[in-house]
């Protein structure tokens, strides 16, 4: 059973929680997730703290990650999980939290030629998958990302431009 916990600590773009958690829990459960993940969307002051504390860099950014109990296999199709959600008494795997800045998500949205809406989909979508163990330091990693960004976001875009997912992967400043 997947939890997500959702938080609005920004005053830039107004949300709707719900559907940011509904999306996420549907991404966990096609990547055969199992736990709980918090999902905080906050302004470009704590992101940009948050930024240079954990990687070092000035400056807000889009997404940011941050694994909490690491899974065997994560990142792989197909891994198991184990849970502890349903043993009585016993706490669910935190899988971790993903934050994301919506005043920098509607400049990538602009740039993107795409809704705010689709472009935080995919920041939830793109920030779960690096939970999961995915990366982009690479040609190869990063096609593989995308190429689960586009599953798991099929249902839910109408437009999907390649040259927008070219640009993402030079430019990409989420991780």
Same mark, same amino acid.
């Given at each position: 059973?997947? %939890?997500?916990?959702?938080?609005? %600590?920004? %005053?830039?773009?107004?949300l709707?929680? !719900? $559907?940011?958690? !509904?999306?996420?829990?549907?991404?966990?459960? @096609? !990547?055969?997730?199992?736990? %709980?993940?918090?999902? @905080?969307?906050v302004s $470009?002051? +704590?992101m940009a703290d948050l930024n240079q504390r954990f990687r070092g860099r000035s400056g807000p950014t889009d997404v940011l990650?941050?694994?909490i109990d690491e899974q065997p296999g994560a990142g792989q199709p197909g891994a198991e999980q184990v849970s502890n959600a349903?043993?009585?008494?016993e706490q669910p795997v935190?899988? /971790?939290? +993903?934050?994301?800045?919506? @005043?920098? @998500?509607?400049a990538n949205a602009a740039d993107h030629g795409q809704s705010l809406d689709d472009e935080i989909a995919l920041l939830?979508? *793109?920030?779960?998958? *690096?939970?999961? /163990?995915?990366? *982009? $330091?690479? !040609?190869?990693?990063a096609a593989a990302m995308e190429e689960r960004e586009c599953q798991l976001l099929a249902d839910r875009r109408t437009d999907r431009r390649t040259d927008r997912r070219t640009d993402r992967r030079t430019s990409c400043r989420t991780c």
């Open positions: 059973m997947n %939890e997500v916990l959702t938080s609005d %600590e920004q %005053e830039d773009q107004p709707d929680l !719900e $559907e940011w958690a !509904e999306l996420a829990g549907r991404v966990l459960d @096609a !990547e055969e997730a199992q736990g %709980e993940l918090s999902l @905080a969307f $470009e002051a +704590v990650s941050f694994p349903d043993a009585p008494g935190m899988l /971790g939290d +993903v934050v994301i800045c919506p @005043a920098v @998500a509607v939830v979508v *793109h920030g779960i998958l *690096h939970l999961r /163990g995915m990366d *982009h $330091e690479d !040609e190869t990693e």
